[in-house]
């Protein structure tokens, strides 16, 4: 009798999940893995780090070969075998080897066949110089020429378009290269998943380190030189274009599966296909993304590995566990900052029309009076009844604990009030007694239950035209900048000073704010008792005077 076998198409986290997994589940299952290009398992999220020569080899982002995968779990590993049909009713696979051409059939299939990348409408995308960046071939052949760059020119000049994740760790890869690097971005801010009030942090990093922007440009033409929508030219040595990816799913179409959003693969809970005999996993799969009730596609290994691992749970009869929508939690390092995101965004919740508080803190990684402490930046958004819905962190240390247990909050469906009352590791070098997380629950609270009415930086020109702005920072921090008409009054002089703002008021709302919106959360509590109508401004100064750098006048600075 012969054996049932199990046929994956793709390798990398969806792929070798899914064997791997079924191997563990079932000894007798013959599994046969074809993975069209040279390498089957490999660490494609450390690629920019080879290009830094953090990674001295790109070897090193080899995980498994296929002697490795057969000694260690006898599967049948074939690289260099692309799958170019598939036959439905006969259960068989064909494909394309150096040795020719081949049928083989299956009693289950698995298609991980991945992500490519977005080519935008660039004239000479195709030259020499000019490379993506998503496998283990892409990073050799970019290393190679940089690295004969270097020889000739001990500062080249790079072209990176596109701003997103992999775009930043390729520019910190060739800054600390000696590469000068222009940074091309057709969205009007770096990082487009992350708020644009974190993303100017992000920004001025980059810039910090010699990084060029070109924001809300495209470009255009490669020829050698880069030509950039607004007429500006670059001469470039190397041209990176990371600007997105889109599933792969050629084969799947052909084979009349059912596709969805943007082409992706539509899958049930337990990751099969419209094919009863096919399931799906990893970049190529459409999800369900938390919060949002139209599917979409999110290109992370986390989500393609637990994908992968379902399948084989499915195939194999075992018990399979029940699919999460996807939070889309992501991280990246940017010279001395990390920015990390989770959950819904204030654009996606904006966009989705979803009634949310947003709430901002600016507090320390650890203790304040241990040498050392960093700020962190945290902005979260709240459902009325409280729940958390999105959270994102920029900071030099620090972020990814945060973000790590705001995700897991999100997944549990946690809202402020268990924030406030999360128990989180204390001591002085890593946490304060009120962690940061602790301190969104706080200021959550204290929001949505009206012992802090906000308001938020994208109110500033209404605020300007109709209210008091009351500024209760010290004299020093006004000198260094301030807002055109507002009332100098610091916090320890609130009090004695009542009845003065109250005139300035004349009836009118008074919007307060300090720094990080902590001693104006004092004031405005002052005020509130005091029969005022008042505001505190989520985030301070720290966050208005970088989501509306126009507010400093040349003459405040």
Known sequence: MSRRRLVVVGGVAGGMSAAARARRLDETLEIVVLEAGPYVSFANCGLPYHLSNDIPSADFLLLHDPQSLAEDLALDV??????????????IVTVVSPQGEEQIGYDA???????VAVEPPIEGLHADHVHHLRTVPDVKAIAAQLDGLLADNPNPVAVVVGAGFIGLEAVEALVSRGVTVHLVELAPQVLPPLDAELAARVAAELTLN???????????????????????????DLVLVNVGVRPATTLAADAGLELGVQGAIVVDQDQRTSDEHIWAAGDAVQVSRYGLTAPGVVPLAGPASRQGRRAAD??????????????????VRVF?????VTGLSQRQLAQSGTPHEVVRVHSGNHVGWLPGSQIVHLVASFAPDGTLLGAQAVGSDGVDKRIDVLATAIRSGMGADDLAELELAYAPPYGAAKDPVNMLGFAAQNALDGMMPQWQPSELDAVLADELVLDVRTKREWDRGHLDGALLVPNTEVRDRLEEIREAAAGRRIAVHCASGFRSYLATRILLQAGLQARNLSGGWMTLSVA?????APTHV
Do not use: F, N
């Not at 698995?110 to 992500?115: D, I, M, N, Q």
């Not at 470009?219 to 470039?236: K, N």
């Not at 001395?336 to 990390?340: F, S, V, W």
């Open 78 to 91: 074939r690289i260099d075998h692309r799958v170019t049909a598939i036959d439905r009713a006969a259960r």
């Open 109 to 115: 299939l698995v298609l991980s066949p991945g992500a």
């Open 210 to 236: 010699g990084v060029q922007l070109h924001l809300g440009v495209s470009a255009t033409s490669v020829d050698p030189q880069v030509v950039l929508s607004d007429g500006t030219t670059i001469e470039a």
């Open 314 to 331: 499915s195939i194999c009869g075992h018990r399979t566990t029940p699919q999460a929508p996807v939070l889309g939690t992501a991280i």
């Open 336 to 340: 001395g900052l990390t920015a990390a």
């Open 548 to 552: 509306r750098p126009e507010v400093l």
